[in-house]
C-alpha cells in the first residue's frame, strides 16, 4: 500500500504477532487507517476471524487449489504464490530480488542465557526440529537426530551438543535431558514460542529439521548484523521441497526422488490427492547418509 502512496497502519495479530514484530516489518504506529479500508491477510482461521469487516481478504492456504482469486480470496500455496496472488490482487509490482524471508531481530532471552552458563552452547552445537504436524509421516524422530549427531561428532572427534526442539506448547516451555551418549548430550526443549527460538538458533552450528514451520523459521535465524545464520537442513520425503524456500544460500534441503517430483509438477500430496507411498518416508534419509551433508556444511562454515 505503500507503493501505492496510501497512508497506511499495520497491525499483526494471532498466535504470530511477535514473531512479525521482530521482523521489523510493522513500523508504523498500529491504528486504524484513517479511511477505515482495511486488507486481512492470514490463514483461514486468521481470515474467518478477522475479516468480515475487511474489503479484501487474502487466504494464505498451503493445502487449497492452486487458483489465483475466488469470490474475493486467493489461495497461493508456495511462498512465490503469495507474493505473484499479492500483485495480481493489488494490481502492483512488489520487490522481485530474493531473498524474500524477513530478518528477525534477536534479543534477550533467558533459556539461551541460561545454556550458555552452563555450558550447552559452547563447542559443537546441533540443533534438531522434532516438531510437525504429521508425526507418522514427517517424523524423524529422536533417536535418529541423536543417531546423526553421533555420526557428526565422532568425525569431528567432539562432544558435540543436541537440541532437540518440539514444537507443542500445551504444556509451555519443558527442557529434559537425555541420558549421555559417548560423543553426545542430548537436550529436549519442547513448547518454547517461536519468537523465543529465534534467540536460540544462531547459537547453533547446524540445524537439521522435519519439513515443518519451525525450520523454515530456523533459516531466517542470524547470528548478528554482519554474519549469516548457521546452515540448515530440511528433510523432504513426501512434499515438495521448494515449498519453504527462502533464496538464503545457507537453506539446503535434502529429499526423495517422490519430493523432487512434487517440486518439478508443483504438486502437493495433500491438495492433489496422491496416493501415500508407505515405502516414502523419513527413513529414507539414515544417519550415516545424512552425516556427511551436515559436515560438508560445517566444513564449509569454517573454512
Not at 529439521?209 to 547470528?223: F, K, P, Q, V
Request: with cysteine.
Amino acid at each position: 500500500m505503500r507503493l501505492r502512496s496510501v497512508r497506511v497502519a499495520v497491525r499483526a495479530a494471532g498466535p504470530y504477532a511477535g514473531l512479525i514484530a521482530r521482523t521489523g516489518l510493522i513500523t508504523q504506529p498500529q491504528a486504524s487507517a484513517p479511511s477505515g479500508w482495511r486488507a486481512v491477510i492470514g490463514d483461514r482461521t486468521g481470515v474467518e476471524a478477522h475479516g468480515s469487516e475487511a474489503a479484501v481478504s487474502l487466504v494464505l492456504d498451503p493445502a487449497a487449489p492452486p487458483c489465483w482469486s475466488s469470490d474475493g480470496r486467493a489461495h497461493p500455496d508456495l511462498p512465490a504464490r503469495h507474493y505473484l496472488a499479492l500483485e495480481r490482487r493489488l494490481g502492483i509490482r512488489l520487490p522481485g530480488t530474493a531473498p524474500f524471508a524477513p530478518t528477525p531481530v534477536t534479543g534477550p532471552n533467558n533459556l539461551v542465557e541460561e545454556l550458555r552458563s552452563v555450558g550447552w552452547l559452547g563447542g559443537l552445537t546441533i540443533a534438531a526440529i522434532t516438531a510437525t504436524s504429521w508425526p507418522e509421516r514427517k517424523d524423524y524422530t529422536a533417536q535418529r537426530f541423536i543417531a546423526l549427531a553421533e555420526h557428526i561428532a565422532e568425525a569431528q572427534q567432539a562432544q558435540a551438543r543436541l537440541l532437540l526442539i518440539g514444537g507443542n506448547p500445551g504444556h509451555g516451555l519443558r527442557v529434559t535431558a537425555e541420558a549421555p551418549r559417548r560423543h553426545v548430550q542430548a537436550l529436549h526443549i519442547d513448547g518454547m514460542p517461536a519468537d523465543g527460538l529465534v534467540d536460540l538458533f544462531p547459537h547453533c552450528h547446524l540445524i537439521v529439521g522435519n519439513d515443518t514451520g519451525l525450520t523454515h523459521l530456523a533459516t531466517m535465524a542470524r547470528g548478528g548484523q554482519d554474519r549469516g545464520g548457521p546452515p540448515v537442513i530440511g528433510l523432504y520425503a513426501r512434499h515438495s521441497h521448494s515449498k519453504g524456500r527462502t533464496g538464503l544460500s545457507h537453506h539446503h534441503a535434502v529429499a526423495t526422488n517422490l519430493s523432487d517430483r512434487m517440486h518439478q509438477g508443483d504438486l502437493c500430496p495433500v491438495r492433489d490427492a496422491i496416493a501415500p507411498n508407505p515405502d516414502v518416508h523419513m527413513d529414507a534419509f539414515p544417519p550415516a547418509a545424512l552425516a556427511p551433508v551436515g559436515l560438508e556444511l560445517l566444513n564449509e562454515v569454517g573454512r
